[in-house]
């Protein structure tokens, strides 16, 4: 069963502390997307990878960096969380842009930062 | 500025009926659209994705229009199903590469009653 799976499912962090959001694919996309979706608004885009080691910013990208050093795996890091990180975090990936892409999407892990 | 605008903002039909929900964009160029459904608490799933001008699809209850020239898609319902109730979410790739954007609406918050 083609998946993303993202780890985990829900997180309460304090302000200032690190956050490790994780998520692995097991289709062998070459794309991955980390997204946040907030009430009343789209999901945004803070990071796209296109493959190991090749990630570019964003329509969001300010308070998060990411980590993708293998192909199924793309991590989401938040150096110091802040209180506006608190949000639902969505994992996506596409072995194809466009129309033919199969966009598959994670559960979501929702950060609870107080 | 929002470029993806869903209408109504939520819509509760009951078991049986049809429903309509719209989709009205800005994006340019606008490659193509698709329409996700989103389970509470899920992430997104694919229900259809319309390429060309005056595309219609059809998949089982569910099936979509595209009006490139009015940018304007809409999602028709079928004898709606208590599963049916979720969020329905509209999203407009502006190319069809790897630089390509997804630009994703609010969403219509459908709930099917008995």
């Known amino acids: 069963d083609m998946k993303v799976t993202q780890m985990p499912r829900y997180l309460i962090k304090r302000m200032g502390e690190n956050v490790l959001l994780e998520c692995g694919q097991d289709?062998?996309?070459?794309?991955m997307y980390w997204y946040r979706q907030d009430p009343g608004l789209g999901l945004q885009l803070i990071y796209i990878?296109?493959?190991?080691?090749?990630?570019s910013e964003g329509d969001i990208p300010k308070g998060y960096r990411v980590s993708r050093k293998k192909r199924e795996h793309f991590s989401l890091i938040l150096d110091s969380a802040k209180t506006n990180q608190t949000s639902v975090y969505f994992c996506?990936?596409?072995?194809?842009?466009?129309?033919?892409?199969?966009?598959?999407f994670g559960s979501g892990t929702r950060l609870l930062v107080i | 500025k929002t470029q993806v605008e869903q209408s109504p903002q939520s819509l509760v039909v009951r078991q049986g009926e049809n429903c309509v929900l719209q989709?009205?964009?800005?994006?340019?160029?606008?490659?193509?659209l698709r329409w996700f459904k989103q389970d509470t608490g899920k992430g997104l799933v694919s229900l259809t994705v319309?390429?060309?001008?005056?595309d219609k699809t059809s998949n089982g209850r569910y099936s979509a229009t595209l009006d490139k020239d009015a940018k304007h898609s809409t999602l028709h319902i079928t004898a709606t199903l208590l599963d049916d109730t979720a969020t329905y979410i509209c999203?407009?790739?502006?190319?069809?590469?790897?630089?390509?954007?997804?630009?994703f609406g609010a969403g219509t918050q459908l709930i099917v009653i008995p």
């Open positions: 996506a990936s596409s072995s194809r842009q466009g129309a033919n892409s199969d966009y598959t």
């Open positions: 289709m062998s996309h070459e794309t």
């Open positions: 990878s296109y493959d190991v080691d090749s990630n």
């Open positions: 989709c009205n964009y800005s994006v340019t160029p606008d490659n193509h």
């Open positions: 319309l390429v060309h001008e005056n």
């Open positions: 999203v407009v790739g502006d190319r069809g590469s790897a630089l390509g954007r997804l630009h």
